[in-house]
């Protein structure tokens, strides 16, 4: 069993920054592509960012390309999003989301293991 827990939200003003961080346990989830997704209020979940389980590959949202960084911890089963230069419309409730079999996907239904989620809100 895997469970996947993030962290890190938080309110910040326009331009700010924040870390999230998604912690899994169980399975080699070190082993598994990662995806953060985000979810704002009464819209669809929509993907952010991915990258590959070697951490050698990484996708991302064209609207936070430059801005946010997503990489692989040096602690086991960790996984970062950078988020820099924060926008209002970043605001969101932000997921991790964990794909055992290793595909450079962007479809929230092909990811298997999720977390909670952690709120971001970015004020004007």
Not at 24 to 44: H, I
Request: glycine share 12%.
């Amino acid at each position: 069993q895997v469970q996947v827990t993030e962290s890190g939200g938080g309110l910040v003003q326009a331009g700010g920054s924040l870390r999230l961080s998604c912690t899994a346990s169980g399975r080699a989830f070190s082993r598994f592509a990662t995806g953060w997704f985000r979810q704002a209020s009464g819209k669809e979940r929509e993907f952010v960012a991915h990258i590959s389980w070697s951490g050698g590959s990484s996708t991302y949202l064209d609207s936070v390309k430059g801005r946010f960084t997503i990489a692989r911890g040096d602690a086991e089963n960790t996984v970062y999003l950078e988020m820099n230069s924060l926008k209002p419309e970043d605001t969101a409730v932000y997921y991790c989301a964990g794909e055992p079999w290793g595909r450079a996907t962007i479809r929230p239904d092909e990811y298997e293991y999720w977390g909670q989620g952690t709120q971001v809100t970015v004020s004007s």
